[in-house]
């Protein structure tokens, strides 16, 4: 294990940062909402770019083999996920039906890719089995899981797939990015029996932030994660196409082992089954503590759920700790600068990756400047005076950024995360 020394690591991130998309700041101020109730906004109309293919082809690459099981059940009987549900996306036509947004069907249909994919040589994806995906990291005897699901029985089911493909390679050694449940719920369906010497490493404080986003409001937060996510309306075009992340959230068995190693500083390295992994720590960014890491051998970059194809929450709505945007915005800044010439594709725990180091670093410098934009804005608003629901029915993206797929609202929304940046800052009132 030898860490990196941070301050080279943030001065090399720091050079990156020339990529910074150049915004208009007059873009902030008020503009004109959308029209009369049935009047299309610019964004309904084609100021997107529905004629770029990039994110289906993406959605698609390195396909190996779908999930055919049916529908995957728990102990009791109940069904934990039922990939079928979803098959009206999957036969849909490319047109939107007229009950719903054409820019969110487009990302529905991307999301109702489900099965194995390989992301590049000895790194694979189970995709569309959960609301999170699961990756595997073919080591020299075994594999390294990493993100297991929220599910048991869909980690399972995961894991089944893998090998009917890949060989039944036993599990050298698991990874939780961080301590939201759709990424350790279902340890037990990868390791059944524990640990029993398997090493599962996570991010410093991720037991007791487990804890506070599991535990202590966990009733009152699973209940709005249901409002949250339409878990009660059917998946038809007239009710739910999906979450923005993925396309439900599994119903089955949840678990939590506890890491037997944590990650405690940027720049940490690991060698897990002949594989080397280097980490970099992202406290206060999509969740309190998150990291993202580096497999240098392999030119890869997993950025767990910093970096995805979608707005994320600054304060999601089935309740949680605020989180911090311009500390989410200097995180990715300084990723650019640990992927920069050092990464043929980039993967996270949910959605589909993102080949070519140009466009690794154009996807994150994006995404880097939507949330340093957010953050910078919403606060120079605050400081003239405004409220938050003032900013938040003022404020709008600039095309540069609004046009880009990645920053689409599609689970965060920018009213939500300028109202979050005025808590933060500000409180409730």
């Known amino acids: 294990m030898n860490p990196m020394n941070r301050r080279g690591f943030v001065a090399a991130a720091a050079g990156a940062a020339a990529a910074t998309v150049p915004l208009n700041a007059q873009t902030a101020e008020a503009s004109p909402g959308p029209g009369p109730s049935g009047t299309p906004t610019p964004t309904h109309t084609g100021d997107l770019p529905y004629d770029d293919r990039t994110d289906f082809a993406d959605a698609d690459r390195g396909f190996v083999a779908a999930y055919t099981g049916g529908p995957i059940t728990t102990p009791s009987g109940g069904t934990a996920w039922d990939t079928d549900a979803y098959r009206f996306l999957t036969d849909a036509a490319e047109t939107s039906p007229t009950t719903v947004d054409p820019s969110l069907w487009r990302q529905a249909r991307l999301l109702s890719r489900q099965g194995l994919y390989e992301v590049t040589h000895r790194i694979y994806q189970v995709r569309g089995l959960d609301l999170a995906n699961m990756t595997v990291v073919e080591g020299d005897t075994g594999i390294i899981v990493i993100d297991p699901l929220t599910s048991a029985e869909t980690a399972a089911a995961a894991l089944r797939l893998y090998r009917a493909h890949r060989g039944d390679r ?19 369906g990868v390791l059944p029996d524990g640990t029993e010497g398997v090493p599962v490493l996570a991010p410093k404080g991720f037991m007791e932030h487990a804890v506070s986003e599991n535990v202590y409001a966990g009733p009152a937060m699973s209940r709005r994660a249901g409002y949250m996510y339409g878990t009660n309306l059917p998946a038809d075009a007239a009710g739910q196409v999906g979450c923005g992340l993925g396309l439900a959230v599994s119903t089955g068995t949840i678990g939590l082992i506890p890491p037997t190693r944590y990650i405690e500083v940027t720049g940490q390295e690991v060698t897990l089954d002949g594989v080397r992994f280097r980490f970099q720590l992202t406290p206060g960014t999509e969740c309190q503590e998150e990291m993202n890491f580096l497999l240098p051998d392999l030119r890869a970059v997993c950025m767990a759920e910093n970096a995805t194809h979608t707005m994320h929450n600054i304060l999601t709505l089935r309740g949680a700790q605020v989180r911090d945007a311009h500390a989410w915005a200097g995180y990715l800044t300084e990723s650019i600068g ?33 949330y340093g934009y957010l953050h910078d804005q919403t606060v120079r608003l605050i400081n003239k005076g405004l409220n938050g629901t003032e900013i938040a029915e003022s404020l709008r993206l600039p095309p540069q950024l609004e046009q880009v797929w990645a920053n689409r609202g599609y689970y965060g929304s920018l009213s939500h995360n300028v109202k979050a940046v005025y808590q933060r800052y500000m409180g409730w009132f």
């Open 170 to 188: 036993p599990v050298e050694a698991m990874i939780y990015t961080h301590p939201h449940v759709d990424h350790f719920g279902g340890c037990r």
């Open 338 to 370: 640990l992927c920069t010439g050092t990464a043929d594709v980039a993967f996270a725990s949910h959605h589909w990756p993102t080949w070519g180091n140009d466009d690794i670093v154009a996807l994150l410098t994006r995404q880097r400047d939507l």
